[in-house]
């Protein structure tokens, strides 16, 4: 019988990725969700049976357990980048990632891949990568062989970066950016899934790696590369640190006001993350170590983005037609 892997958070933007990898690599695919149904699409990645989506919450022992027996590895996918009810960013990315590695290693599971953060640090202002640092020490306590993947943002089709500014710069003239000189490292989707696939392979060994593409671009340079694709021009307005925490504060009341139905744009959470550099450390582990070449974001972003564009699907046809007339 093929191996098995539980994938934690398979359906999410990462996991799916790595959940069709695995697939492709002829290995069974569980895939650990809190809403199985909104989690069938990852079912035709294999063939009948091969990925089956199953209810779990990392918050609870025996739903992990559950879904931890009888596996060959388990993958941690799972994080939240604002917090909402129960889902704090201690209980899913610091007792969450424990508690997956802790019933893992109960179950003799030696192979552990967990996706973290770059900026995983104890000492951080934000909560959001104090407990990724948590998180990290915490599988590392159960699984001290456990890959551990820290990417700088990720972007691919489905990502909430390039997509969700690419949607903004349709609003109005001006797109309006916190921490406009901060500096990203852009990694594809696909490329920390790969790196994930070879490790549940045993073709990584285990460590801290950081990944991060090929090229280092400020918040603003990004949005400038972003509206090239897309083809409009905005004014990228970088605002002060002190007035987005201004604007954080009020979203935050009228979050509280309409009982969480008003989703913020950003928080102070988010504004302390964004106030720290997102790049490959000197001297870590990523892609060079792993032999694998990063894909660059101008290769992917046109694949995706073009619907955000003036004509969206029409708009090469249309640049082609002016060239005919002249």
């Not at 990724?132 to 820290?150: D, S, T, Y």
């Amino acid at each position: 019988m093929s191996k098995l892997v539980t994938i934690f958070g398979g359906s999410g933007f990462v996991g799916r990725y790595i959940a069709r990898r695995m697939a492709k690599e002829g290995w069974r695919v569980r895939v650990a969700v809190r809403n199985v149904n909104e989690a069938m699409f990852v079912r035709p990645y294999g063939v009948v049976g091969q990925v089956e989506p199953v209810f779990c919450n990392i918050r609870d022992d025996a739903s992990v357990a559950l879904v931890t027996k009888g596996a060959d590895a388990v993958v941690n996918c799972v994080g939240v980048l604002d917090e909402v009810g129960k889902n704090t960013f201690s209980a899913v990315q610091a007792e969450g990632a424990e508690r997956i590695a802790r019933i893992a290693a109960e179950h003799g599971i030696t192979r552990m891949v967990h996706i973290s953060a770059i900026g995983a640090d104890e000492n951080a202002q934000s909560e959001y990568s104090k407990t990724k640092a948590a998180g990290e020490a915490g599988v590392l306590e159960h699984m001290p062989h456990a890959v551990i993947l820290r990417p700088s943002i990720i972007f691919g089709p489905e990502d909430q970066f390039f997509n969700r500014f690419a949607s903004m710069s349709r609003l109005g003239p001006v797109l309006p950016v916190v921490g406009a000189e901060t500096k990203f490292q852009p990694v594809y989707v696909d490329d920390v899934a790969a790196v994930a696939a070879n490790a549940v392979l045993g073709d990584v060994k285990g460590g801290v790696y950081e990944l991060g593409g090929p090229d280092v671009h400020s918040f603003r340079e990004l949005m400038h590369i972003m509206l090239d694709v897309i083809r409009r021009r905005r004014l990228v307005v970088g605002l002060p640190f002190w007035f987005a925490n201004i604007m954080a504060t009020g979203f935050s009341a009228v979050r509280f006001l309409t009982a969480g139905l008003v989703k913020p744009p950003v928080t102070k959470d988010q504004i302390r993350n964004l106030a720290v550099y997102n790049v490959v450390s000197e001297g870590a582990q990523g892609f060079d170590d792993l032999g694998l070449r990063p894909t660059a974001i101008e290769a992917v972003l046109p694949d995706y983005l073009w619907r955000f564009r003036p004509s969206g699907q029409y708009d090469a046809i249309k640049e082609s037609a002016k060239n005919l007339k002249a």
